[in-house]
Structures are given as C-alpha cells and as structure tokens.
C-alpha cells in the first residue's frame, strides 16, 4: 500500500497525519498528489467525502513552505473558493493544522457575518485565504484583497458553484490572477459551465477521477418507505429516536425549523439548519450536533455539501429533493470516507412516481416498502432507542440595566435615550430658565449674563441679544399684531396668564440660516 511519504509528502506533515488519523492515502489523494506535489494543473472529478480537501492541502502546504516567501498585508500567497460557508469553514479546518505546521498563516472570508475582523486578518498577512466568491469580490472592490501574488488556486465543488450561479463572479475573479500558476479543480460533474473554466483556466491539467457520478453503494443503503401522509411525521419521529447522529432533510426553511422544534418538544433532542439562520446561530447549532447534545440536524439543501460530522450513521430525506445531484449530496452526509450509514428517503402515495424517476437518475435501484411508524423494518432502520429528553424552551437573554452614569447622554435629564441623535423627548428649553433657552430645535444656547440692572431674572426680558426687538403692533411671529392681552413693548415681554412673567418663546430659526442684528434704530437690518 503506498505511503503519503511515498508520494512527496514532508517529513513535518507526516506528524500532523498521523494526529488527524490519516495513516494511508484515499483513492482520490494517492492519484493527484504525484501531480499536484510537481506544480501541475490538476482536475480532480470525485463524490464529497472522498478526501478532496487533504489532496488539495498538502501540496499547498508543501509548496508554500518550500517557496520561501514571505506574506504581505492583503496580498494571500493562496486562494481556494467553495460555493458555501460551511465547506469554507471545513476546509479551513483541514488546511490550518497542515499550514501552521509550516509556520503558515490561514484565513476564512465569507458574508453572513461582519468584515472587520476578516480585514484586520488580511492586513496581517496571509498565506491561505479561503473564501467564498461574494465576499472575496467586495473585499476585492474595496481593496482589502490584492490578487496579484497569488501561486496557487483551487476552486472546490465546482458544479456546486455552477448550480447557485456563481459561475461569472468566479471568472471575474480568476481572470485577476496571474498567468501561469497552479490551478485545481475539484468537481463531481463537468455539467453547467464546469468546462469552460476547465478549458479557459487549466493548462494541460491532469485528470484523475475515482468515483462514477452515482451514489457509493458499496458504503451505503438505500431504502424508500411509503406511508401515509397522515402518518408521515409520527415515521419521521421514530426514524429519529435512535442513539447514533442523523441527519433530516427538508426542502423549506420554515419546515426545517418547525420539524426541529417539533421533535424536540417530543423527546428528540434536534436542532435546524438553513439559510435563515445567522452565522452564530449555525456554528452554535452545528456545535451541538457534533458535541453529540443534539441527536438530530433537521436541515434544508444548506448542508448538503460542507457539513462533515464523524458518526452520521443515518440520513432521511423526508422531502424527497427535486433532482438527483441533490439527492446524492445529501446522502453523502452519511458513509463517509469509507464508513458505512443508511440513507432512507420518505414517500407519500402521491409521491411514488416522482420517486422512482429521482432514483433512477441517480443510478439507484431498491424496492418501495409500505411502512407504519412502528413497523420492524423501521425499527431496524432506527437501532436502539434513545432515552427521552425533557424539552427545555430556550429563556430570553436578559439584559443588565446599566447605571445612570453609564448611559450616554442625551438632552435634557436623560429622558428619551437611545434615541437617534441622544436627543431628549423633551421640547428643548422647556425648563430651562428664559435666559437658557436654546434658539433652535434640538440646540443648545450658552445662558445669558444679566446686565446690571438685574434683568436677565425671571420675570425680566430676557430676549436673546440677537433678536430683533419687535415693533408696535407687531408680534414676533410673521409680523401679525398683538393681541389686547400682549405688551407691546417694555422688558417683560410676556403673555398676560403666564405664571411667574415666563418670558416668550424663543424664536425658531432655520438650519444653515444666520438671523441678522438689526441696528439700535431703524427698521432695514444689516
């Protein structure tokens, strides 16, 4: 049996193998590492879980480290693509202990989540970015990601990419690498665009593929149970009760989540996956999965590609997918790596028939059994029973209530914080002495000093300085006259009624408007 030591691979990262538990070399990585190791352009065609990632990390790793040469802020020495987030994060999990090994430094760009902290990992320097394509072509726009010094490129999952539409934003972003480095292609079809950039991107590359475009029998077993619609979600909780991980899939983000709750509140510990999660919410789900608290991941296409968790020893579509690729990537969450798992697809009567042709383009061929929730054949499917969890809803966060002196200011006595602006839901000046009063909205007057004859006090005129003094007969508002009960002139200026001679109201003026003085006689202002 050939060695990893065989095929190129350094002394140093044969420890980091051995730690891993790679002790000899997948089908997959024992054809493309000769070629890989040598700089060659390689186009790897094999079913997930077949050992793409290692095939393509350790030549990176190898390559890098012998180079020599040093990273630069924004400027990644590797660029490796994959179509989600979840195969991002996975790679990056087997590519870092490999990198770091060599003293190389990795780092994972994607959407979903703030771009801070992704920046400040690349103005460090990187020598592995793996990124999906939204994300790394913002970075690109906004000149946060250099693609000039770029050695080696790898696009990973391929097709996956053709069947969300990625296709274009991939070709804007290989055609600013440069000319004549390495390139790797990893796919499991050659359909929907794949080719072109095979023929456009790849020089001369080298073919290896280990796998038919059909689901690994050999490793797996398929079975179709049909029952009742009225008894679908009573299987589905029995498939579910077992002690092993499994996995369900749905086809809808809102049922995946009302089916993770659901059986939940049944006994099944089970948390959901989809794309109306946030980030945090998926690592946090996805951690409970693969810690063993939660038996169950009920998810929708999301993770049908990307999502590696040991032990998934079932996987059940309980809405059949609407084409066969998505059948054979959903299965391939189970059997993994040469492991074995069941893959149980549920059907409805009025489902039979679409069934049937999905399985037959995905090269599969079982007999359809009528089931109850408790039949043997289910049971068996199912293995021992796990114990019953009491369901525990999740409590609300709770907020601490910071102390008043902590709290940022807003106008006034801190009433209406939090508001835009800090501003206070009270009228500015409202209690503020006459001499304090703000003369704009939501503006602050210094106070004015008293003469010294005292006005200036309650009671007093106490107009700003530099209002302009109104005329007889006029008020301060558009000119209109003064009613009986208004003082015409004198220092009070106040309204007859107004407790404690309140002086007027500040007049309001406009924003980017200066109100000018006028003269101490005369009516024509300056």
Same mark, same amino acid.
């Given at each position: 049996?050939?060695?990893?030591?065989?095929?190129?691979?350094?002394?140093?990262?044969?420890?980091?193998?051995?730690?891993?538990?790679?002790?000899?070399?997948?089908?997959?990585?024992?054809?493309?590492?000769?070629?890989?190791?040598?700089?060659?352009?390689? /186009?790897?065609?094999?079913?997930?879980?077949?050992?793409?990632?290692?095939?393509?990390?350790?030549?990176?790793?190898?390559?890098?480290?012998?180079?020599?040469?040093?990273?630069?802020? !924004?400027?990644?020495?590797?660029?490796?693509?994959? +179509?989600?987030?979840?195969?991002?994060?996975?790679?990056?999990?087997?590519? @870092?202990? /490999?990198?770091?090994?060599?003293?190389?430094?990795?780092?994972?760009?994607?959407?979903?989540?703030?771009?801070?902290?992704?920046?400040?990992?690349?103005?460090?320097?990187?020598?592995?970015?793996?990124?999906? +394509?939204?994300?790394?072509?913002?970075?690109?726009?906004?000149?946060?990601?250099? /693609?000039?010094?770029?050695?080696?490129?790898?696009?990973? @999952?391929?097709?996956? %990419?053709?069947?969300?539409?990625?296709? +274009?934003?991939?070709?804007?972003?290989?055609?600013?690498?440069?000319?004549?480095?390495?390139? %790797?292609?990893?796919?499991?079809?050659?359909?929907?665009?794949?080719?072109?950039?095979?023929?456009? !991107?790849?020089?001369?590359?080298?073919?290896?593929?280990?796998?038919?475009?059909?689901?690994?029998?050999?490793? %797996?077993?398929?079975?179709?149970?049909?029952?009742?619609?009225?008894?679908?979600?009573?299987?589905?909780?029995?498939?579910?009760?077992?002690?092993?991980?499994?996995? %369900?899939?749905?086809?809808?983000?809102?049922?995946?989540?009302?089916?993770?709750?659901? /059986?939940?509140?049944?006994?099944?510990?089970?948390?959901?996956?989809?794309?109306?999660?946030?980030?945090?919410?998926?690592?946090?789900?996805?951690?409970?999965?693969?810690?063993?608290?939660?038996?169950?991941?009920?998810?929708?296409?999301?993770?049908?590609?990307?999502?590696?968790?040991?032990?998934? @020893?079932?996987?059940?579509?309980?809405? *059949?997918?609407?084409?066969?690729?998505?059948?054979?990537?959903?299965?391939?969450?189970?059997?993994?790596?040469?492991?074995?798992?069941?893959?149980?697809?549920?059907?409805? !009567?009025?489902?039979?028939?679409?069934?049937?042709?999905?399985?037959?383009?995905?090269?599969?061929?079982?007999?359809?059994?009528?089931?109850? *929730?408790?039949?043997?054949?289910?049971?068996?499917?199912?293995?021992?029973?796990?114990?019953?969890?009491? !369901?525990?809803?999740?409590?609300?966060?709770?907020?601490?209530?910071?102390?008043?002196?902590?709290?940022?200011?807003?106008?006034?006595d801190g009433q209406g914080e939090g508001r835009r602006g800090g501003r206070s839901r009270r009228r500015p000046g409202a209690d503020a002495p006459a001499g304090q009063r703000a003369q704009g909205e939501g503006r602050r007057s210094r106070p004015q000093q008293s003469d010294q004859s005292g006005q200036?006090?309650?009671?007093?005129?106490?107009?700003?300085?530099?209002?302009? +003094?109104?005329?007889?007969?006029?008020?301060?508002?558009?000119?209109?006259?003064?009613?009986?009960?208004?003082?015409?002139?004198?220092?009070?200026?106040?309204?007859?009624?107004?407790?404690?001679?309140?002086? =007027?109201?500040?007049?309001?003026?406009?924003?980017?408007?200066?109100?000018?003085?006028? =003269?101490?006689?005369?009516?024509?202002?300056?």
């Amino acid at each position: 049996m050939t060695s990893f030591a065989q095929l190129g691979v350094p002394e140093r990262l044969l420890t980091i193998l051995d730690g891993m538990g790679a002790t000899s070399p997948f089908p997959i990585q024992e054809a493309t590492l000769p070629s890989t190791m040598a700089g060659r352009d390689v /186009l790897g065609r094999g079913q997930t879980g077949s050992g793409k990632t290692l095939a393509f990390s350790l030549p990176i790793a190898a390559r890098l480290a012998a180079s020599g040469v040093r990273r630069a802020p !924004y400027r990644p020495r590797t660029l490796i693509m994959a +179509p989600t987030r979840e195969l991002a994060t996975q790679i990056s999990r087997t590519v @870092e202990p /490999l990198a770091s090994a060599l003293g190389l430094k990795t780092a994972v760009v994607f959407g979903g989540v703030s771009q801070h902290r992704q920046v400040q990992e690349l103005k460090s320097g990187v020598d592995v970015l793996i990124a999906c +394509p939204g994300r790394l072509e913002d970075l690109i726009g906004q000149g946060y990601v250099d /693609l000039s010094t770029v050695e080696i490129s790898v696009l990973d @999952e391929a097709d996956h %990419m053709a069947d969300m539409g990625f296709l +274009p934003m991939v070709r804007r972003i290989l055609d600013r690498l440069p000319r004549g480095i390495q390139h %790797m292609l990893f796919s499991a079809t050659l359909d929907n665009g794949v080719d072109t950039l095979v023929k456009r !991107y790849l020089d001369r590359p080298v073919t290896h593929s280990v796998d038919a475009p059909q689901a690994a029998v050999e490793t %797996m077993t398929h079975h179709v149970l049909v029952v009742d619609a009225d008894e679908k979600k009573e299987l589905v909780r029995s498939l579910a009760a077992g002690t092993g991980r499994r996995i %369900m899939f749905m086809r809808t983000k809102h049922h995946a989540k009302k089916m993770a709750l659901w /059986l939940s509140k049944s006994g099944v510990p089970a948390v959901d996956l989809h794309g109306n999660l946030s980030q945090n919410a998926r690592d946090r789900n996805l951690a409970a999965f693969s810690a063993g608290d939660a038996k169950v991941l009920v998810a929708t296409d999301v993770a049908a590609r990307g999502v590696h968790v040991d032990g998934v @020893e079932l996987v059940v579509h309980i809405d *059949p997918p609407t084409e066969h690729k998505s059948y054979l990537h959903r299965s391939g969450r189970t059997a993994r790596a040469g492991s074995e798992g069941a893959v149980v697809t549920i059907s409805t !009567y009025d489902q039979q028939r679409e069934v049937s042709t999905l399985l037959k383009a995905a090269g599969i061929s079982v007999p359809f059994q009528r089931v109850a *929730p408790d039949d043997d054949a289910v049971l068996a499917l199912r293995g021992a029973e796990a114990d019953v969890v009491e !369901y525990v809803a999740p409590q609300p966060r709770q907020q601490q209530a910071r102390p008043k002196a902590d709290r940022p200011r807003g106008g006034g006595d801190g009433q209406g914080e939090g508001r835009r602006g800090g501003r206070s839901r009270r009228r500015p000046g409202a209690d503020a002495p006459a001499g304090q009063r703000a003369q704009g909205e939501g503006r602050r007057s210094r106070p004015q000093q008293s003469d010294q004859s005292g006005q200036g006090q309650r009671g007093q005129d106490a107009r700003p300085a530099r209002q302009r +003094p109104a005329q007889d007969g006029e008020s301060r508002r558009g000119g209109r006259p003064q009613g009986a009960g208004q003082q015409a002139s004198g220092g009070g200026g106040r309204r007859d009624g107004q407790a404690g001679g309140e002086a =007027p109201r500040a007049p309001r003026a406009r924003r980017g408007t200066r109100r000018a003085t006028a =003269p101490a006689t005369g009516d024509r202002r300056r």
